[in-house]
Nanobody
Framework: VQLQASGGGLVQPGGSLRLSCAAS????????IGWFRQAPGKEREAVSC????????YYPDFVKGRFTISSDNAKNTVYLQMNSLAPEDTAIYYC????????????????WGQGTLVTVSS
């Protein structure tokens, strides 16, 4: 069971990135898939959640309108489109799967990818 996050990199403020999370060893049909981030010295926080049962998405207020989570079931991959990036979005981004219920709380997620670094800087 593996989650492989990719797509991070250096981007200028106002720019965009699309992160990918490819699953292997299982299908992304658990109750929910989430994207999280952790900046140096800060706690891990959710940036999006996708309920696989009904495709309902959840976002914290600080990314609403800027980030979009989506999935491609044929590729067993989840994406995070990030627009209007700002320096405060700099962090390691992780994807994760929960077998419980859709939530933005990281403690409920069981399977985690290794993370991909996003740096927003001019």
């Amino acid at each position: 069971v593996q989650l492989q996050a990719s797509g991070g990199g250096l981007v200028q403020p106002g720019g965009s990135l699309r992160l990918s999370c490819a699953a292997s060893g299982f299908t992304l049909d658990r109750p929910a898939i989430g994207w999280f981030r952790q900046a140096p010295g800060k706690e891990r926080e959710a940036v999006s959640c996708l309920s696989t049962n009904n495709d309902i998405t959840y976002y914290p207020d600080f990314v609403k309108g800027r980030f979009t989570i989506s999935s491609d079931n044929a590729k067993n991959t989840v994406y995070l489109q990030m627009n209007s990036l700002a320096p405060e979005d700099t962090a390691i981004y992780y994807c994760a799967v929960t077998v419980l219920h859709p939530t933005l709380l990281p403690g409920f997620y069981t399977f985690w990818g290794q993370g991909t670094l996003v740096t927003v800087s001019s």
